[in-house]
Structure formats: C-alpha cells, structure tokens
C-alpha cells in the first residue's frame, strides 16, 4: 500500500513570495490533516479535513496561509505571502477517520530567504 | 500554554540498556496518548499507543504507562538497539476529535 505523498520534497524562497504544497493520502483515507513542525518543536496541526469539509482551521493563519481539498482525496496549503518564521517542515497525515491511526508523509521542508 | 510537554530535549543510552522517554500533559479532557518515532527526513511514524482506561500497553520492546492522577506517561524501550537512535514524540488527543496535540520530542541515541 502506497503511504502519503508530499511534493515538492524541499522550497527555497524569499519572503512575500508564494508558495504551494502538494499532499495525496493513502487511498481511501477520508481524514487529511496538514501540521507545520518549526526546527527544534513538534508538528502543530494548521487544518484537518473530513472528506472535502473543513473540520478544524482554528490554527491556520488565515490571513496568509489557505488549503483546499476539493475532491476529498488530494489536498493543497498555500502560503501568500511568506514571511521568514514560516520556514519550517509542512507535514500532512491522513487517515481512515479521526479515531484512527495518522500516517505522516516525508514533509516538504520551506526556507524563506 | 504548551499542553504537551517533553522536558528531556535528549537522551543517550548504551546498546542493550533501557530507555525512558517521558511526556506530562495539563489538559484534562485528553484521554488518548501516542507515541510516534520519527528519522531525519522522513515523518514521524506510530509507534504505539494508550487509551485512558488503561495503564500499560505493551507492544514488543516497547511499554508505554499512563500515570493519569499525575497527568504523566513514559515510553520504555528493552533492551534498546542502535536503530531505535530517533525522535520521540509524545501526542495526545481527545477521542475521536483526531486532532493530536504533539510534544517538542526527544532526541534519543543509542550507543553500540
């Protein structure tokens, strides 16, 4: 079974420019959730999806970052515009549902110059 | 207000020892804890788990034990092994909610 799969792997950018990442979750996992894990501290969820419904944003920036999951299979976070503390690792689960076991994918780690 | 503290940023135990990575949580309404391990470049990955009505799971080499009076958990690994040289983090969620409130991990190594 394929796990979850993350694109692009790593970004460098400056800041005020944008940003997007690419999740798709094992197949038939209807829960995807998208953490920010900075250097040196554990992931923080930003948002968690139920099929293609937002089930909890409460730590998402939203006046910068945004994600979408329109189909309830694959799913994408922007950041517009980045700023230096968004350097970090953006991870994204899934899993069958929320009492479920979470599988992370390998992360794409962001550097904002 | 971190809900989910891991105090030992590392720990560094000898091949064949025990290893003990502990975790405190505050909030109450938590009744599900986790550990996850996770190697560089890669995410973290499920290692096992406890639910408030227990005090002990095993699974293997590894134990984790729920002390809730103390709001307290620790995962021991025996007799640890080179391989299991990763971060540890500790998790902990409400039923059913999903949404996992994670520790700063521990930085374990073990030493051939």
């Known amino acids: 079974e394929a796990g979850v799969a993350q694109s692009p792997r790593y970004k460098i950018i400056e800041k005020r420019q944008s940003v997007a990442f690419w999740c798709n979750p094992i197949?038939?996992?209807?829960?995807l959730y998208w953490y920010q894990q900075i250097l040196g501290q554990g992931p923080k969820l930003l948002i968690q999806f139920q099929n293609n419904g937002v089930v909890d944003d409460s730590q998402l920036p939203k006046d910068r970052f945004s994600a979408e999951r329109l189909k309830g299979v694959d799913s994408t976070l922007k950041i517009q515009p980045a700023k230096l503390e968004d350097s970090a690792v953006y991870l994204c689960a899934s899993s069958l549902d929320p009492a479920e076991t979470q599988y992370f994918g390998p992360g794409t780690r962001l550097l904002v110059l | 207000d971190q809900q989910v503290k891991q105090n030992s940023p590392s720990l560094s135990v000898q091949e064949g020892r025990i290893s003990i990575l502990n975790c405190d949580y505050t909030n109450s309404m938590f009744d599900y804890f986790l550990w996850y391990k996770k190697y560089p470049a890669e995410g973290p990955t499920f290692l096992i788990s406890i639910s408030s009505i227990k005090d002990k799971n095993e699974d293997g080499r590894f134990t984790v034990f729920l002390n809730k009076s103390a709001k307290h958990l620790s995962l021991h690994i025996v007799p640890s092994q080179p391989g299991d040289s990763a971060v540890y983090f500790c998790a902990a969620s409400a039923t059913n909610a999903g949404k996992s409130t994670f520790g700063d991990g521990t930085t374990l190594t073990v030493k051939p």
């Open positions: 197949s038939g996992h209807a829960t």
